[in-house]
Structures are given as C-alpha cells and as structure tokens.
C-alpha cells in the first residue's frame, strides 16, 4: 500500500463481506439479494438490492419484485439494483431464471434506473438478447466479469452503456478476462472482493499488475469512474 494515494479512495463496487474493504478511505458497495445475502444490521453504507439467479425459485414473480424494488427508491444508500441474470452453471430450473431476470429488467426500466448490475455465467447471448428486446436504456454493470473478445465484440452492439467489474477472476491466470485484460478501457472498469477473502488493495495492485498500470493511475481513474456513473453521489461520499 506504499504506492498507494493516501488521498483518494478504493472502490469495492461489489462485496458481499464488508470486513474485506472495511476502511474509512473506502467506497464499499454492499450486494443484498433476498434469500441468499442480507446486509449486517451494523452495516450503514452504500448497497446494491436485487433478486440472484440462485433464488430465482425462491422468488414470487407477481408484486414481490416490484413492491420491493419501490420500498427502496428513496433509499440514498441504494446506489443500484442488481445483482441480477442468469446462471447456466447452477441447478436452478433456467427458465425460471429468465423470468426473475425479465422481471427485474422491466420494473428498473419502469423506474429509469440509471444502473443495474449483472450476474452472468455462461449466459452473456441470452442476456444480451433480453437487454436488446426490453426497452433498459441505462447502465449495465457486468460484476466478476470473465469475458473472452468475442463476448466483448458482442456486448458492443448493446445500445447500453457497458462496465466491467474485475474480482476474483484475476487472479486465475487462465482466466478469459486476464487473458484478454487489454481489451478493457480503463474507463469502463470498476474492482471488486465479491466473497473471496483478499482485500480490495490486494485487487486493485492485481490489477495494475497485470493491467502493466501504476497503482496510483489505476486508482485514480476508478475514482473517476465511480463519480463520473454515480454523480448524484458527489458531495455525499465522495
């Protein structure tokens, strides 16, 4: 952390153990999804809500997603819905899934949601063909992404803004998104712990490694990201 700008902040953008970026200098991003993670009662920061593909049949699709989506609108620690999608490598029932998946996109889309943030396994075509036939005209925000070039060729005839969180990923050296770092411009990205147990300054001097960035230019220019997609936070946060 030498290296590190003492000034400017990291930004977990998705963790589901606060414990990992807990620092007053960081901007932690809780992910809650109902069923599966909810947010500690001592935790006061910002957060993530949505409805994950693992408890899609958990899930009652008439009024629940809506009326739970709605209660938290006003919230000024929501920063986005999500995570939400699809998951061909889990047991529960695919169709399932998309409907939940649908479900979500139509209500954020009846809201103008700015962002939603994505859970994609092995599903990138089918979620890119349900995000091309709804009328979702914000962000989309792709968390652990570990996408090959033909997945990004493709994610670049989405009308939508696309980002890319980096995580867990980074750290298989065989991993398409390592493999394929250079692809990614650095205004698109965002990092992330998710659940594994290494902390967000250990991903982000990952990163810059791999990426052949200096540390103080890759945390700058997440800093920047983060105010630039997020600006209804400035002056609260930031």
Known sequence: MSEMNSVIP??????????SSA???????????????????????????????????????????EKEFKARLGDPKLLAFGEMGLDRACQIDFEMQRKIFIAQVEICTQLRTPLIVLHCVRAHSDIMGILKRSHFEGAILFHDFNGDKAVMKQLSTLKNE???????????????????????PLDKIFLETDDCTRSIAE????????SEQKLPQVTEAIYRNFKRVFPMLWGKVL
């Open 162 to 184: 696309v980002l890319f969180s980096l995580g867990a990923n980074l750290f298989r050296s065989n991993s398409a998104v390592v493999n394929h770092l250079s692809l990614l």
């Open 203 to 210: 991903v982000y001097q990952r990163f810059a490694l791999l």
């Open 23 to 65: 620092s007053e200098k960081n901007i932690v991003v809780f992910a809650e999804s109902p069923g599966l993670i909810k947010r500690p009662p001592s935790y006061q920061g910002l957060y993530t809500f949505g409805f994950h593909p693992w408890c899609a049949d958990r899930v009652e699709l008439e009024g629940t997603i």
């Open 10 to 19: 990291l930004v977990d953008i998705h963790t589901h153990g606060v414990l």
